[in-house]
């Protein structure tokens, strides 16, 4: 199974609600799919880079998971049939991609070293 990474974009006149709805029921698809779930990081409402459908925000939600290559289609066609999706993103994950994001979720980057703070003082 290949490691994946999805961000999707929801559109900003949905409540805190629905769009949480909106995200467990693409997180359903894939798990129903075979897919294992690693991370799930809701971003919540942000400013868009360019405006799209004349919205200026949007709800956005990252979920990195492994699953089969053939998930990822009937996800996408569920992505693009839902009107509550402005934009989604799908990447599939290298091994240095992978190794980042375990860092990234153990904290690797947040911690200062020693050295550093001694030298600061």
């Not at 990474?5 to 798990?31: C, R």
């Not at 799919?33 to 919540?44: K, L, M, P, R, Y």
């Not at 400013?47 to 979920?63: D, N």
Request: charged residues 30%; positive net charge.
């Amino acid at each position: 199974m290949q490691q994946y990474e999805i961000v999707i974009v929801l559109t900003p006149l949905l409540s805190v609600e629905v769009a949480a709805e909106a995200n467990a029921k693409f997180s359903k698809i894939l798990t129903d799919g075979g897919a294992e779930i690693v991370q799930e990081d809701n971003w919540g409402l942000r400013k868009l880079a360019y405006p799209i459908q004349k919205k200026t925000t949007g709800y956005y939600h990252l979920t990195e998971f492994k699953a089969p290559g053939e998930l990822i289609n009937k996800l996408e066609v569920e992505l693009r049939r839902d009107e509550r999706v402005l934009r989604f993103l799908t990447i599939a994950l290298d091994k240095h991609a992978i190794a980042y994001n375990d860092k990234k979720r153990s904290g690797a980057f947040n911690k200062k070293p020693k050295a550093t703070e001694e030298a600061a003082n």
